[in-house]
Every structure is written in C-alpha cells, then in structure tokens.
Nanobody, 115 residues
C-alpha cells in the first residue's frame, strides 16, 4: 500500500508564503501524475495544480502566478510553493499521486491565511 504524506501547512499572514511537501512511500518517477487539491470549509474539494508525466503544469485560475507545483523524483516528493497568499487560500491541502490508473491521497495539511 502506497502512503502519501503532506506537510508544511501553517498559519500565515496574507501576502506571505508557504511551501507544502508531499512525500511518497514508493518510488515516483516522471511518469507519475501529481496534483494538489484543496478543500475549504463548507466547499467542495478543488484542483489547485497538477503536473503531468510530460512535465506540463496546470493551475487553477485563482492561483496562477502565485503557486508553483514541482516534483523531485530523487526524493520521492512533490511540492507546492505558494506565494502572495490570500485569506481565500485557507483550506486543507491534499496531495494526490497516480500510479497508472490508481490514485493515492494523503490526509491533508491545513493552511490558514489571516487577513
């Protein structure tokens, strides 16, 4: 069973930055799709950013220009660099890694942005 663990969530003031990490218990490669989702209180989970096997990054319109997704296959890890944070970014952030057709999710890390 593959395990995915997110970390890096914290309380930060608006305008600040955080870097979320996603660690996988199994080896990842450039063939794994990796994505970050978030779920704010009372709202549905939404896709924030993803990186395809080909290395193409995609972002939700609300985070374009502020967030950057990346992965380091040597460390079996992925990252979400979040800059210029806004109170609307407050949510639990989840990492998803796909091995073929099977998706593995972490339990999330909480990001709280104060105004």
């Amino acid at each position: 069973q593959v395990q995915v663990l997110e970390s890096g969530g914290d309380l930060v003031q608006a305008g600040g930055s955080l870097r979320l990490s996603c660690a996988a218990s199994s080896r990842i490669s450039v063939s794994n799709t990796m994505a970050w989702y978030r779920q704010a209180p009372g709202k549905q989970r939404e896709l924030v950013a993803s990186i395809t096997p080909g290395g193409t990054s995609n972002y939700a319109d609300s985070v374009k220009g502020r967030f950057t997704i990346s992965r380091d296959v040597r460390k079996n890890a992925g990252y979400l660099q979040m800059n210029d944070l806004e109170p609307e970014d407050t949510a639990v952030y989840y990492c998803k890694i796909a091995w073929g057709l099977v998706n593995y999710w972490g339990h999330g890390t909480l990001v709280t942005v104060s105004s």
